[in-house]
């Protein structure tokens, strides 16, 4: 059967037609729905398109409630260094006074003396003692000629305190009899830095004998020069505290109670 030019070309026609139907009934929107927001159409397309910006932007109040990261300098700053007094008082002729409980007496500490290292004195000898409205607890340090050091450390921290004071090194309390505790800090050495070693060779524990308040005074050992002794007591009272050249000694006179 020969076919016509004419109709193959009608057949083409055909079916290039059908598949142009079928190609745009697939792509049609007639059954899907749309729906334009109340506030677009209130807005504008303009404000509409500001509004969408806004609302992708990082939300400042978020970022401000999150939590922050420590930074940590590559170089931390120094501690400064507390302030040190051109003159000290001399107290090598401190009035005592019995009348109340003495507040704490601290000089440069926990800073070392302007004189520095040179201050630090080695300590000798310890010892108690009995007077008339007072007891006397004295720590004797070697002298510094080479230094040209006059008096004791004049470093220290002396104060009551509620409970007993800790060993250097340890970390545990001082057994010392109270129930009151002054505790003695101190910029000294027990043992000897220079060419010849010696270590400090004086009792470390000072039974009282006569002293009407001070039950004992215990040795509480050093760490990098600094030093700690613990007076046990049976009352806090007023005390002072001498600091006397000739030899170089360290005085404090504890109060035997508290007088009106």
Not at 62 to 83: D, L, Y
Not at 120 to 125: E, G, I, Q, R
Not at 239 to 255: G, H, K, Q, T, Y
Request: charged letters at 20%.
């Amino acid at each position: 059967m020969t076919t016509n030019p004419s109709d193959r070309l009608r057949a083409t026609k055909i079916v290039f037609l059908l598949v142009a139907a079928l190609l745009i009934s697939s792509c049609s929107t007639g059954e899907m729905e749309f729906s334009v927001s109340e506030q677009a159409l209130k807005e504008g397309p303009n404000q509409a398109q500001s509004t969408e910006s806004q609302n992708s932007a990082p939300d400042e109040s978020t970022e401000e409630n999150a939590p922050q990261q420590t930074v940590i300098p590559e170089n931390p700053v120094q501690e400064t260094a507390q302030p040190i007094p051109e003159e000290k008082e001399d107290t090598a002729d401190a009035e005592l006074d019995c009348s109340q409980e003495a507040p704490p007496n601290i000089s440069y500490w926990p800073y070392r003396s302007p004189n520095g290292d040179a201050q630090n004195l080695l300590m000798v000898d310890a010892r108690l003692g009995a007077h008339f409205d007072f007891d006397r607890f004295v720590l004797e340090f070697e002298s510094n000629p080479a230094g040209n050091i006059a008096g004791p450390p004049d470093s220290y921290s002396i104060q009551w305190v509620s409970q007993p004071p800790i060993q250097f090194g340890s970390g545990q309390s001082i057994e010392v009899q109270g129930p009151e505790y002054l505790e003695i800090l101190l910029h000294a050495y027990a043992y000897n830095r220079g060419p010849i070693p010696s270590e400090y060779s004086g009792l470390t524990e000072i039974q009282a004998t006569g002293t009407l308040n001070v039950t004992e005074a215990i040795f509480g050992g050093e760490v990098e020069g600094k030093l700690i002794w613990a007076i046990g007591a049976k009352n806090r009272t007023g005390f002072r505290v001498l600091e006397i050249p000739d030899p170089p000694r360290l005085v404090i006179d504890i109060c035997t109670s508290v007088s009106s």
